[in-house]
């Protein structure tokens, strides 16, 4: 279903490879989102970027001329409204550290599906930061680094030991085999607090368990 009149967010998709911009494209335009540019390297981002002051830059990191990191950082003096997703591939998260300086709001690995990266933007055109699962660790130890680690919040209150427990296993990115395990308890239990715990907390997904848990200070750099 197309989102309405009201969340039709401007859009700049910045990704060396042709297929995999017009991809994205031809996706986020089927979820609602206006596309108002293409660009192949970082210094076409960055001028489309000042040109047009889209909502959202989403930008490759590994990219000729300027890497995504650097673009985010030149789009944040250019224009910035304009909130930065980093989309990679990589394997390493070396980056994340340096990305977050320069402004970066959103992580999202490649491999995932479309939905992701929607809600990804959604979240930080809300003014919201957006973690993939797999740079939580990454994000948390940049966090602290720079002397803003989180601390609990009421929300994390109304979690009960074990339910922070799982709900910090899962962020890791433990399956429910492994947590269970981990635990000595049945993997129908871990089950019933992860559920639990996204209840209280009015989570959907295991990226807004990730989010919650860097945001919390629930995982350990």
């Known amino acids: 279903m197309l989102a309405g009149r009201e969340e039709r967010r401007r859009v700049l998709l910045a990704d060396d490879h042709a297929v995999m ?11 609602g989102f206006a596309v108002v540019a293409e660009a192949a390297d970082g210094p076409a981002a960055i001028a489309a970027a000042r040109a047009l002051r889209p909502d959202v830059a989403v930008l490759d990191v590994a990219m000729p001329g300027l890497s995504g990191v650097e673009a985010a950082r030149e789009i944040a003096a250019a224009a910035p409204a304009t909130r ?20 970066v709001r959103g992580f999202v ?4 599906g479309i939905e992701e990266l929607v809600r990804a933007i ?20 940049a966090v602290h680094a720079h002397g803003g680690a989180p601390g609990p919040s009421a929300r994390s209150a109304t979690l009960s030991a ?3 427990e799982v709900v910090r296993l ?9 947590i269970a395990a981990r ?32 945001r919390e200070g629930l995982i350990t750099p």
């Open 21 to 31: 911009r017009q991809g994205l494209r031809a996706l986020l335009e089927r979820h």
């Open 84 to 103: 930065v997703i980093l989309l990679t591939a990589l394997a390493g998260t070396d980056f994340v550290s340096p990305a977050l300086r320069a402004g």
């Open 109 to 112: 690995m490649k491999l995932q």
């Open 122 to 141: 959604r979240e930080v055109v809300a003014g919201g930061m957006y973690v993939s699962p797999g740079f939580s660790r990454a994000v948390l130890a």
């Open 162 to 164: 074990r339910e922070r």
């Open 170 to 178: 899962v962020a890791e990115g433990h399956s429910t085999k492994q």
């Open 183 to 214: 635990l000595g308890i049945s993997a129908k239990t871990v089950e019933f607090h992860r559920g639990r715990a996204m209840r209280k907390l009015d989570l959907h997904d295991t990226a807004g368990l990730v989010r919650f848990a860097v």
